[in-house]
């Protein structure tokens, strides 16, 4: 399983995460999360792939911050349609499309962006875009007819990793956030060495 660090906020606390060389950081442009990012990117290593990620945004803001900050990766929180992500897939941009998880998920609604996404994510739905910091029944994946790889997201934390190995799902990457903080944006290093140990092992 690969490893994404999102909705990471202040430029020295990402120099320290990028340390511990996750697959891929993310960072929120969506002025209404508390994790909303319009700082300096410092440089990163080049394993560590920047992800944009973002909730019904006009094309043109995309762009825009997939230049500034030089994005290999663009996630779309909201109700972004597929012709939305051709367009990004078009540019050469990888496409995470989410979607938000309760025991009433309908599969049916990933056909129309099985040929232009590289990923799912599947997060777990409340009353905020993403940053519920509560998992949903991962059991429902077990019925996933999909064969495109996937992220799991949704209040993952240290506790959940051995379930998650048991669970036997063919799970692309985990995505963590509010469970490895200190304060919204601010990662816990030492927690997230943690997490990469159990991962691996």
Not at 30 to 50: A, I
Not at 80 to 87: G, M, Q, R, Y
Not at 154 to 180: C, M, T
């Amino acid at each position: 399983m690969k490893l994404k660090i999102c909705g990471m906020k202040y430029s020295e606390n990402i120099g320290e995460t990028a340390e511990i060389l996750p697959d891929y950081m993310g960072f929120i442009f969506y002025e209404k999360s508390l994790r909303f990012f319009e700082g300096n990117l410092p440089e990163l290593p080049n394993s560590v792939q920047k992800v944009g990620v973002f909730v019904n945004a006009p094309i043109s803001d995309i762009l825009q911050k997939i230049k500034k900050y030089n994005l290999q990766l663009v996630q779309l929180h909201g109700n972004e349609s597929p012709e939305i992500c051709e367009i990004l897939k078009i540019i050469d941009i990888q496409v995470i499309k989410v979607f938000s998880v309760d025991d009433n998920f309908n599969f049916e609604t990933l056909a129309p962006y099985e040929t232009v996404c590289d990923y799912f994510l599947f997060d777990t739905k409340g009353e905020n875009q993403g940053g519920n910091g509560t998992t949903f029944n991962w059991e429902i994946l077990q019925n996933y007819p999909s064969k495109k790889p996937f992220f799991l997201s949704g209040g993952i934390g240290l506790e959940q990793i051995k379930r998650i190995k048991e669970l036997n799902l063919p799970i692309y990457a985990i995505d963590v956030n509010s469970k490895f903080e200190t304060k919204p944006g601010l990662k816990n290093t030492l927690l997230l060495k943690q997490l990469q140990h159990e991962i691996s092992s």
